[in-house]
T-cell receptor, first 111, second 117 residues
């Protein structure tokens, strides 16, 4: 059973629009989450970390965490072609516990 | 921030040979490292958890005799693909969590692209 579930997409968004990526999780004990971005042929890179309910903003990115509903989302404002990538969510600090990633959501920004 | 370094970034080998991939945590100690494999247009698949000073824990379906993992120090884990075959061609990525930090961020190596001819 995967820890997180994401719509694999592809999600196509016009340049300049808001891209909305969602992730649901099964472990109610998860207290924090990371969002990673993975470009084709590259390894994942961290873009956001959120540990409390509500919103966290960083530049064009906003992460939202709703622990009651067990979902975390990532909004990308003013989407750029360079945002085209696969986005992965993952639970945060849990000692040395392994992380089994979901499929991630493939985002495509069309000019 | 913490860095995980992986080497080599790409390797081409003949079928039947063995290939070793190194994963190093450069500025933190990692008692546990994780090895993932990714085929084109597919998701990251966890292969095994590498434990410093003890045997690795393999995921179901991953052959431990084929994918040898050694975690001899707190900063180095190696993955050896033994008797490689074309179907082993893939993108291998290691990762480690800096448990001394407050966030528990999982850091990824640059990945190693293996092509078996």
């Amino acid at each position: 059973q995967k820890e997180v579930e994401q719509n694999s997409g592809p999600l196509s968004v016009p340049e300049g629009a808001i891209a909305s990526l969602n992730c649901t999780y099964s472990d109610r004990g998860s207290q924090s989450f990371f969002w990673y971005r993975q470009y084709s042929g590259k390894s994942p890179e961290l873009i956001m970390f959120i540990y409390s309910n509500g919103d966290k903003e960083d530049g064009r990115f906003t992460a939202q965490l709703n622990k009651a509903s067990q979902y975390v989302s990532l909004l990308i404002r003013d989407s750029q072609p360079s945002d085209s990538a696969t986005y992965l969510c993952a639970p945060g600090y849990r000692g040395d516990s392994k992380i089994i990633f979901g499929s991630g959501t493939r985002l495509s920004i069309r000019p | 921030g913490a860095v995980v370094s992986q080497h080599p970034s790409w390797v081409i080998c003949k079928s039947g040979t063995s290939v070793k991939i190194e994963c190093r945590s450069l500025d933190f100690q990692a008692t546990t490292m994780f090895w993932y494999r990714q085929f084109p247009k597919q998701s990251l698949m966890l292969m095994a958890t590498s434990n410093e000073g003890s045997k690795a824990t393999y995921e179901q379906g991953v052959e431990k005799d084929k994918f040898l993992i050694n975690h001899a120090s707190l900063t180095l884990s190696t993955l050896t693909v033994t008797s490689a075959h074309p179907e082993d061609s893939s993108f291998y990525i290691c990762s480690a969590r800096d448990t001394s930090g407050s966030t528990g961020e999982l850091f990824f190596g640059e990945g190693s692209r293996l092509t078996v001819l």
